[in-house]
């Protein structure tokens, strides 16, 4: 494990450096240096870090128990403190500031205030550039976030030789790069809805981006100006940069615009006719534009950076389903197993759902759902982090802002709507919109919601099933009941106990649900074959052996299907006469993992007498669905933020 103290760890820097650092295998960090946040609990100031970690800030610096120490200082402030303060050799110094980015001719590090900070010989640690010098270095200069992202984009044309004119960089911040502490220009209330520039041709990190371009450039290319060192009357080119305050939460998006005078490719970087270079930059174009055209290289650091994360989550009782850009990345079981003494996330989905019914007394594995609508809401917030973090499988440097598009049930109150929006912020939803199950189980079928025309939807869940007619882009009416794919569940114990005198559990209720289960007596070529259950006698405690086949299951669970067809019943008597009309004519879509029921769509429309039609794939509907609305979030008026 590498050892890690982190000094100035309340402000932004270091929030975000501990965050990361607690999810890596390798690290442990042994102190987090505050001096006027010592004794606090760390979540208490980094509010995003609540249920992560319960360490505290301390005061005391205890060098010699580290492998590496960042300074999260502000600008200028690291080398005071190496004025002022000695680090072990042995130990590694990672500087997240400015004061030791840039270097002398000789290679030596600038440090115009205190010259004993030279000594310390730091690297620039853009290891597109220093690789080789950054796996072996023993003290390292961080990048600045405007700077790395600028130098992505012109860093391959520096290569090639291809600077020969002024660069025009326009760049837009998050809000965080403020850092955390409040002032004029950081508040919400003045960034929302706010676009502004600052630091204009003056901002700081010109000084490594101009030294980065000129040590890459080839011998005999223009100089690149330090305008803010040289001026702008210095022979060479220079890198106009505007910067901009954005109103989004953390990020950097970059535009370069440069001229380029070439039409063929580069000599400086020899080309294989299938687009690699042998240096290791990537072509940016197979053949330069007209001499003298302008061009723009847009460098998104999205996938460091990480603006934003969209997520679309059907919250299932049963299961949970998370789409990301309309593919499903988590497809789990709504459990979670925590550790009683520490409430400590020990496992969750699969993982979580192989404890179940299994587990210690040091050990609580629970389904923090019940009926559709949360039951327990920490256990609910430590599920919902750990399956967002599933999803998350691309490496970021910083952690993302998500926004979130949550399937809720369409008959929840007020309250229960408020738990699961306060869920989803404080396991890092930034963006909440919560929508209707019925209305995203109709987006998932194809269903052009916002058509003049009714359209009926009835979604069997774990908990809870929902109805609802569908028009003009809102639910004319619904009905929503309790009743759904647990109780079948219960039936079936209930049934194995008191017709065989075996006590099953309810993993084992619900593996006979999924082989034998049925909602007809009579399923013809369809019907599957009897399934062997295991299990105590409930008197003797004697091992049983019991085939059970799907008539049995039939008939058990015939009493919960018949109150779902009145509630189906009770809604189509409340439908307006053309709506009725339209139903009739386009069926009634049956989706959720209640559809999945053997023979329960041709149930239905005996019994109804308006064909049920079960989509391709039903127990995903809700979640393709939130994925879709989540695309169109300003254009569909019925999600509720």
Partial sequence: MVKVGILGAAGYTGGELIRLLLNHPEVDIVFAN???NAGNLISDVH????????????AEMPFDQVDVVFFCFGHGKSEAFLKEHTIPENVKIIDLAQDFRIKREKGEVKSEQFATADAYNFVYGLPEIHKEEIAKCQHLANPGCFATCIQLGLLPLAKAGLLTKDIAVNAITGSTGA??????TTHFSWRNNNFSVYKLFTHQHLHEICQTLNELKPKGAPHVVDTLNE??????????FIPYRGDFARGIFCTSVVTLEKQTLSPTLPHNGEGDHPDGFSPLWGRYPEGGERVSVTNIIMGFFSLTQDIAMDLGTANTIITVNGKIVVDEPSVVALDKNSNKMIAVGNKAKMMYEKTHDNIRTCRPLRDGVIADFFACEQMMRGLIKMANTGRHLFSQSLRMVIGVPSGSTEVELRAVRDSAEHSGGRDVYLIFEPMAAAIGCGIDVEAPEGNMVVDIGGGSTEIAVISLGGIVCNNSIRVAGDDFTADIQEYMNRQHNVKVSERMAERIKINVGAALTDLGDEAPDDYLVHGPNRITALPMEVPVCYQEIAHCLDKTVAKIENAVLSALEHTPPELYADIVQNGIYLTGGGALLRGLDKRLTDKINIPFRVPEDPLHSVAKGAGIALKNVDR??????
Avoid: H
């Avoid at 509010?47 to 301390?58: A, D, I, P, V």
């Avoid at 850092?179 to 004029?184: E, F, I, V």
């Avoid at 001026?231 to 106009?240: R, W």
């Fill in 34 to 36: 505050s001096e006027s």
């Fill in 179 to 184: 850092g955390q502490k409040p002032g004029a």
């Fill in 636 to 641: 569909f008026s019925f999600l509720m933020r």
């Fill in 47 to 58: 509010e995003g870090l609540l249920g992560e970690t319960e360490q505290r800030f301390t």
């Fill in 231 to 240: 001026g702008f009357e210095a022979e060479g080119i220079t890198v106009d």
